[in-house]
């Protein structure tokens, strides 16, 4: 997600300000018995405004914890369920994927205006923009790589059974079910015509592989949506965040994913606002690369990989076409949001161009 402002909660004396989307009176004594840790002396701000979920860190004296809510404003059906975010936390906490704990949860929409979470710190960098991975050097850059591989390969592996997580998602269908949605979520949240959206759902359709492996899936895994620790004299992946969007469904569609997002050196990743030129520094893999090493750290063909990376070029858009009428409507926090309808038919168009 792109970075946004942060928004003081702090004032002089113990007069407080209000931050949009966490009001004080109720937040206090909410967590007053679900998180007493904090205590009522707490201060915030918003370290990700992103183009979707809020994040807050909420510090007092005596503890820094994390809270998550939907966005401001109408929010589409199905969209931004803190309560399905929360459990596939809880259950994957005890696992090889590298999460932060879940302290507390509820579903009670008059604490903060929506459902909401708080989860633990944890200490670690989130790299969002190009600067900062400048500073990485050449051979922490392919480490940070396979390290992000690696975690992706162990999302895939997770037992469902024993996680709990068998019933998280339809165990068929899954990329028919996903265009059907996202079809539906772009006739909810369109600000424009747009005939050539038309003609690429129509390609998805006809397109589609039959079958297809069910794992547990991310939905937006990413850099930028990851803590990485340098802890052990190199960069490895500390937590993974943001999975509002986790399913069961493809694997590979989680890896097109990632490869949505990512340019590697020389690659060309102007259609999408979100991290940009990011990975584009040597000693970075290309996408190709990237794919290769996925295949062989869990054995899965990725033959068909083109379909999959026109597919979540096309979720991007809708998800961005959403992000761009909160933004007309004024109810977007942080930056970078003028800038997100321009890539909508970008990636309509970069995604038409992979069938």
């Not at 989307?21 to 201060?43: I, K, N």
């Not at 510090?59 to 399905?84: E, F, Q």
């Not at 694997?251 to 979100?274: C, K, N, Q």
């Amino acid at each position: 997600m792109s970075p946004a402002d942060a928004i003081p909660g702090s004032a002089s004396g113990h007069e407080r300000e209000e931050v949009r989307g966490l009001p004080r009176a109720s937040f206090t004594a909410w967590a007053a018995e679900a998180v007493p840790e904090l205590g009522p002396d707490w201060t915030a701000e918003v370290i990700s405004g992103g183009l979707s979920n809020i994040t807050y860190r909420v510090t007092s004296p005596t503890a820094t914890v994390i809270v998550r809510r939907p966005p401001l404003g109408k929010l589409l059906p199905s969209a931004h369920d803190m309560g399905r975010e929360s459990r596939v936390l809880t259950a994957l906490w005890p696992t090889d994927v590298p999460v932060p704990q879940v302290l507390a949860t509820t579903s009670d929409a008059d604490v903060v205006g929506a459902p909401f979470y708080v989860m633990a710190l944890v200490e670690g960098t989130v790299y969002r923009d190009p600067a900062q991975t400048t500073e990485l050097a050449v051979a922490h850059r392919d480490q940070l790589s396979d390290s992000l591989v690696d975690v992706l390969a162990a999302i895939h592996a997770v037992d469902l059974d024993r996680t709990g997580l068998r019933d998280f998602g339809k165990p068929d269908g899954y990329l028919e079910r996903q265009v059907r949605r996202w079809s539906g979520q772009w006739e909810a949240s369109r600000t424009r015509d747009l005939p050539a959206m038309d003609d690429l759902i129509r390609a998805l359709d006809a397109q589609r592989p039959i079958g297809g492996e069910v794992t547990l899936v991310h939905g937006d895994y990413r850099l930028d949506n990851t803590l990485v620790s340098h802890d052990r004299g190199r960069p490895e992946v500390a937590a993974v965040v943001d999975w509002e969007l986790s399913t069961l469904g493809d694997p590979l569609a989680d890896l097109a994913t990632w490869l949505t997002y990512y340019s590697g050196p020389g690659e060309d990743g102007s259609a999408v606002p979100v991290a940009a030129g990011l990975t584009a520094h040597e000693g970075f893999p290309t996408t190709d690369e990237i794919a290769e090493r996925y295949a062989a750290v869990t054995g899965r063909d990725v033959s068909a990989l083109d379909y999959y990376r026109a597919f979540t070029d096309f979720r991007l858009a809708v998800i961005l076409e959403g992000v761009h009428a909160r933004y007309l409507a004024g109810r977007s926090m942080g930056e970078g949001y003028n800038r997100v309808g321009h890539s909508v038919p970008l990636l309509v168009e970069r995604a038409l161009s992979r069938l």
